[in-house]
Structure formats: structure tokens, C-alpha cells
T-cell receptor, first 115, second 111 residues
């Protein structure tokens, strides 16, 4: 596709349920990022994938959060046993690693509401 | 340590007034710098970027930013604010192929 695609665009789930959020990066982009944006807050870094390297998971807030990237392309962010504080917009971004300062391209986000 | 700091989480200007959004960075190597804008209920889109060369960078919608190495700054300006500029603005840095974002500045434009 032409841009970063995230699905679903909106997700309402009950507290305690697991959810999966999907990100399709731009073809050829080897770097992929997940961020969380809570209401009125800035961007909170969650996880970073770069090629075949081990992901940088330093931003994951708890062990209920995990992410994988299959085949160096699509990524899935999984939140287990969701809590109300997980309610936020989850943004995915991808970039082409060129050493020339390529920009990150963002998806429209998934708005997660835990009720 | 690599980091980006945006001074002022909220900035309010009158329509037609100068817009100045501040960004400072900390980097161990020459950085690549970016400004992104986020309109309500949308993703982030690139306003402008600095990689190498000319330190004054022009972007979309009349915005520009100047890279000042001596001040480790990359402030965003626009001579005359428009109501449509109301949004949240994020400064970012790319070091070693990893992005670092500031905490964002919400710009309010008063009629």
C-alpha cells in the first residue's frame, strides 16, 4: 500500500480481555515503531524493530504487552488482560533505513477503549 | 544520551501572530531532525526535516525551522499563524536509525 496501515481503527474491549493490533508498514521499510498516545499526552515509545536485529522493547510498560514482526513486515501488538489504563491511541510508524535521515511515516492509529 | 526536549506543552497565539515552538536536542553525533504535526484524530505527518546542508529548512504550510548546532536547537517558526495551524507539534531526532520524539506542543490559535 501507499502508506502505513493500521487495523482496526477503533477497538472497544472489556477489561481482562486480550487484544491484537495490527500494523502493515510501507513496503521496503525495515524499521518499525509502536507508540502509545494517551488522552492529552505525548508519544510514549513502546517498541522498535529494525531488520533482523533483536527488538528494542525498553518502552513496553508491563509484561502484558508484547509485539512481534513476522517476515520483517507486518507487526502485531498484543495486550493481554487489558486494563482501563490501557485505553489510548496506538500508533505505528515505519521508516527506510538509509543512513540519510529518512523520515518516519505514521499510520492513522488504533483507538483502544477498555470498558 | 539521546533526547529531545520541547519547551512548553501548550502555546497560544493570536491569528496573524508569529508562531515559535521550541525544540532542543541532545545527541552524541550530528543529528537528523524533524518536525511533525498532528491534527485532531489523525496520525502524525511530516512538516519538515533537516539532514545536511542548509540549516534553514522550509516545510509545508509556511513553516520553517533552523538548525543551530551551537545551541543544540531546532525551533519551528511561522511568521503569521492561521486558525488551521491549531494542532499538536512534535519535534523528533533520528540517531543511529532510531527515532526519538519530544513530548509535543499543542498550538492554540485565537481569533
Amino acid at each position: 500500500g501507499a502508506g502505513v496501515s493500521q487495523s482496526p481503527s477503533n477497538k472497544v474491549t472489556e477489561k481482562g480481555k486480550d487484544v491484537e493490533l495490527r500494523c502493515d508498514p510501507i513496503s521496503g521499510h525495515t524499521a518499525l515503531y509502536w507508540y502509545r498516545q494517551s488522552l492529552g499526552q505525548g508519544l510514549e515509545f513502546l517498541i522498535y524493530f529494525q531488520g533482523n536485529s533483536a527488538p528494542d522493547k525498553s518502552g513496553l510498560p508491563s509484561d502484558r504487552f508484547s509485539a512481534e514482526r513476522t517476515g520483517g513486515s507486518v507487526s502485531t501488538l498484543t495486550i493481554q488482560r487489558t486494563q482501563q489504563e490501557d485505553s489510548a491511541v496506538y500508533l505505528c510508524a515505519s521508516s527506510y533505513v538509509s543512513g540519510q535521515g529518512s523520515e518516519a511515516f505514521f499510520g492513522q492509529g488504533t483507538r483502544l477503549t477498555v470498558v | 544520551a539521546q533526547s529531545v526536549t520541547q519547551l512548553g506543552s501548550h502555546v497560544s497565539v493570536s491569528e496573524g501572530a508569529l508562531v515559535l515552538l521550541r525544540c532542543n536536542y541532545s545527541s552524541s553525533v550530528p543529528p537528523y531532525l524533524f518536525w511533525y504535526v498532528q491534527y485532531p484524530n489523525q496520525g502524525l505527518q511530516l512538516l519538515l526535516k533537516y539532514t545536511t546542508g542548509a540549516t534553514l529548512v522550509k516545510g509545508i504550510n509556511g513553516f520553517e525551522a533552523e538548525f543551530k548546532k551551537s545551541e543544540t536547537s531546532f525551533h519551528l517558526t511561522k511568521p503569521s499563524a492561521h486558525m488551521s495551524d491549531a494542532a499538536e507539534y512534535f519535534c523528533a531526532m533520528n540517531n543511529f536509525n532510531k527515532f526519538y520524539f519530544g513530548s509535543g506542543t499543542k498550538l492554540n490559535v485565537k481569533p
